[in-house]
T-cell receptor
Framework: QQKVQQSPESLTVSEGAMASLNCTFS??????FRWYRQHSGKGLEVLVS????GEKEEGRFTAHLNRASLHVSLHIREPQPSDSAVYLC????????????FGTGTRLQVSP | EAAVTQSPRNKVAVTGGKVTLSCNQT?????MYWYRQDTGHGLRLIHY???????EKGDIPDGYKASRPSQENFSLILELATPSQTSVYFC??????????????FGEGSKLTVL
């Protein structure tokens, strides 16, 4: 069963500083990865999708994937207080199934 | 306009009672999913579906049934609710794109309390 670990559990950054979140997975069978954001009491919204090793940028959000090290990260440039939320990484288990598993989440607080 | 709608948004049930959580999507996606979200566990997959008539077990299916009577609707059924099933439940829909699993579109969640 694919396992996904996120770190840190919580993170506080100042407005305008870079925020970095990490996700490690248990094996290399996944073929696509996404980062989602969840504001308090709301559903999840996708931020960035990445399918191959390297970097993918969507506005202020950049994902880095390194399958060899079983690691995907999210960097938020110039975070704003409105970015305060829980961030979850997600991956499909393998190309043979549409099963999607999520990490445990990182709670980000951006202070003015 | 919300494309994934869950009902009810809040539900209080008694132990041993039957609970049905409903989900409707207007995205015309083949895939639909039910997750529960608990502190310390993140989102855990209960059941999912590839289309009308199909249901698949996720990672934590025990105590839950699912039903997909149509492309648009996917229900999660707790035949005998227990307090351990108190949680926030999320429904999502997603497409299959050229062999890759597409992004998921989530509803706003259903908060279930089992007393």
């Amino acid at each position: 069963q694919q396992k996904v670990q996120q770190s840190p559990e919580s993170l506080t950054v100042s407005e305008g500083a870079m925020a970095s979140l990490n996700c490690t997975f248990s094996d290399g069978t996944s073929d696509n990865f996404r980062w989602y954001r969840q504001h308090s009491g709301k559903g999840l919204e996708v931020l960035v999708s990445i399918f191959s090793d390297g970097e993918k940028e969507e506005g202020r959000f950049t994902a880095h994937l390194n399958r060899a090290s079983l690691h995907v990260s999210l960097h938020i440039r110039e975070p704003q207080p409105s970015d305060s939320a829980v961030y979850l990484c997600a991956m499909s288990v393998s190309s043979n199934t549409d099963k999607v598993v999520f990490g445990t989440g990182t709670r980000l607080q951006v202070s003015p | 306009e919300a494309a994934v709608t869950q009902s009810p948004r809040n539900k209080v049930a008694v132990t041993g009672g039957k609970v049905t959580l409903s989900c409707n999507q207007t995205n015309n996606h083949n895939n639909m999913y039910w997750y529960r979200q608990d502190t310390g566990h993140g989102l855990r997959l209960i059941h999912y579906s590839y289309g009308a008539g199909s249901t698949e077990k996720g990672d934590i299916p025990d105590g839950y049934k699912a039903s997909r009577p149509s492309q648009e609707n996917f229900s999660l059924i707790l035949e005998l609710a227990t307090p351990s099933q108190t949680s926030v439940y999320f429904c999502a829909s997603g497409a299959q794109l050229g062999g890759l699993t597409g992004q998921l579109y989530f509803g706003e969640g259903s908060k279930l309390t089992v007393l």
